[in-house]
């Protein structure tokens, strides 16, 4: 699995990685009930880690200074936007949590443009997030909206680590290490809300699926594209995760898209699309 992930060409690994999410997403709304949203991060991220660690092996004794000093906070903040999110989307329906954490990726991509052309990329992408959240309904839950802009803001800090930590450490090697700290970080807060204690061999099995398909899986292919793309065309890309939340929904949970709805997935997927054509080389 390791060989064929690293050779995976940047854009089809970001492809990839968004559509692992979003299932993995529909396992986890599930788990919510039994193991709680800390509990259920503490499950995807300690597996996760498991994982990659048995994957990569990386030599912990290896690694140096400067990029201890640059995996530590990319790992906490990846483990902080993962726990942060489950904690909004078990208050707001998973497609406006996702739309609003995209704010994080998308200032990213604002304050990382140089030309004209990338700012209709980015006009393209915000008009498609301002579609598809559900601005005009009632009874949203404000912390769930607060949890999901805070979520967004470890997304980006994520994004500008992840970018820096690709080029000075094997990706492998990175994601692994980092995966150790968003597990120290998340897995007492699954301790202390007791879910875990509710836990039965298919719960785990349906932790290592979820391990495997939002963790393990896309955050590889994330920081194999983090290593080649600039953080700006990374970004606009990650648009896409609006619309992949909205297509899945509409597929596993059987929520039928509105006009408007469909012309925000067609903002983001053009968006994307013109990022990645009028990248500079």
């Known amino acids: 699995m390791k060989n064929k992930l690293i050779n995976i060409p940047p854009l089809p690994a970001i492809i990839l990685a968004i559509l692992s999410v979003q299932c993995g997403a529909a396992i986890a709304k599930s788990l919510f009930p039994v193991i709680g949203a800390a509990g259920t991060a503490s499950l995807r991220i300690g597996i996760s880690a498991i994982i990659l660690f048995l994957v990569y092996r990386p030599n912990l004794r290896m ?39 995209f704010v994080g990726p998308l200032l990213v991509a604002v304050f990382g443009s140089k030309r ?10 915000a008009i498609g997030i301002a579609l598809i959240a559900p601005w005009s309904s009632d009874g949203i839950d404000l912390v769930g909206v607060l949890f999901a802009l805070l979520a967004g803001a470890f997304w980006a800090t994520y994004i500008v680590l992840g970018g820096k930590v690709s080029r000075v450490m094997k990706d492998g090697d990175a994601v692994s290490t980092g995966m150790l700290f968003a597990s120290i970080l998340i897995v007492p807060f699954g301790i202390m ?72 997935v067609a903002f983001v997927v053009i968006a994307s699309a013109g990022s990645t054509m009028t990248a500079k080389k």
């Open 116 to 125: 004209l052309v990338d700012y209709l990329w980015i006009l393209l992408a």
């Open 63 to 101: 690694i140096t200074p400067p990029q201890w000093k640059l995996v530590i906070p990319y790992g906490l903040s990846l483990g902080a936007m993962n726990l942060i999110f489950y904690l909004a989307i078990e208050r707001i329906p998973v497609g406006l949590g996702v739309t609003l954490e």
């Open 193 to 264: 809300e007791n879910g875990l204690s509710n836990l039965t061999p298919s719960l785990l099995g349906m932790g290592v699926a979820l391990a495997l398909l939002s963790s393990a899986i896309p955050f590889t292919l994330e920081m194999k594209a983090l290593g080649q793309l600039p953080p700006r065309t990374f970004s606009i890309l990650m648009s896409l995760e609006p619309a992949a939340a909205s297509i899945c929904a509409f597929f596993f949970l059987q929520e039928h898209l509105t006009f408007s709805q469909i012309l925000a």
